[in-house]
């Protein structure tokens, strides 16, 4: 075996490596978490006090639009009551009921969070639907309720269920 040689193939050709497209994973784990922390509740206490109405519009939208909505224009497809529960529960729970109601493909939904009478310092449920409705992108617009339908203390929420608008 001292004596054997290799042969030359003459129509070889040497391997390359294949050069893999670059994956941004970090820059994805960053913009994950950077979503995560917009809906974090943040307790902003000068932010709210128990009585003080709720209002949003989504900027691009017709200020026509959230009087509809303050005026009981929208029929209220669903709604959903987050009394007695802690805060992180509620929100969770809030959202889970937003991304429902827009599978469903509902218009409107009404959030039931209390005015914050019982609270020892401030409302701290409507502190943070108010925060989570106003990070969630596809809500376009909420008012509180009128005095019937439970005043300060329920918010009637517009939804856009535009798909590319979806978390």
Known sequence: M????PLRAPDRIEPTPRNTPAV???REKD?????????????ESAELETGEEL????PGHQ??????LRRGYFSVADTIDL???GVETARKVLLDFIDQALNRHLGCVRVVHGKGLRSRHLPKLKIMTNQTLRKHPNVIAFASCR????????TNVLLSARP???R
């Open 2 to 5: 001292a004596d054997v040689k």
């Open 63 to 68: 200020q026509r639009t959230l009087k509809r």
């Open 55 to 58: 209002l949003f519009l989504r």
């Open 164 to 166: 590319g608008a979806r």
């Open 31 to 43: 913009d994950r978490q950077v979503l995560r922390e917009l809906l974090e509740f943040k307790d």
């Open 24 to 26: 941004a994973a970090q």
């Open 83 to 85: 009394h007695h529960m």
């Open 147 to 154: 005095p019937v339908e439970g005043g300060t203390g329920a």
